[in-house]
């Protein structure tokens, strides 16, 4: 796993888009699932996020579009399937900012 550099204290601050990832982040479901695509480490068609959360598909399409409006996934459509993946970046910058003071 890549070393994350530290953000600087002077430089910790946070704005309305993290308290919407924790916010996303914070029901057991969301974390289920957003823990499945970074174990994944690729991105994954919601019937392989469905066949390994196991949640019926109108409930985990409304946790991903929540965790992807909060901007800690990313979707594409290709014909008729929808494949999501973890956005990297945003998790750094969410982990940056929990791991600046210690």
Known sequence: MKSIAPLPLA???ANESH????????HLTRLQVFFFL???GS????GEIQGAVGIPGPTLSHHLDLL???GLVESR???RYVYYSVRREAVTTLVRLLTACC
Do not use: D, I, Y
């Open 68 to 70: 992807r409006r909060a």
């Open 43 to 46: 991105e994954m068609s919601v």
């Open 38 to 40: 970074v174990r994944a």
């Open 11 to 13: 430089r910790l601050e």
């Open 19 to 26: 308290v919407e990832a924790f916010k996303a982040l914070a």
């Open 77 to 79: 459509r290709e014909e």
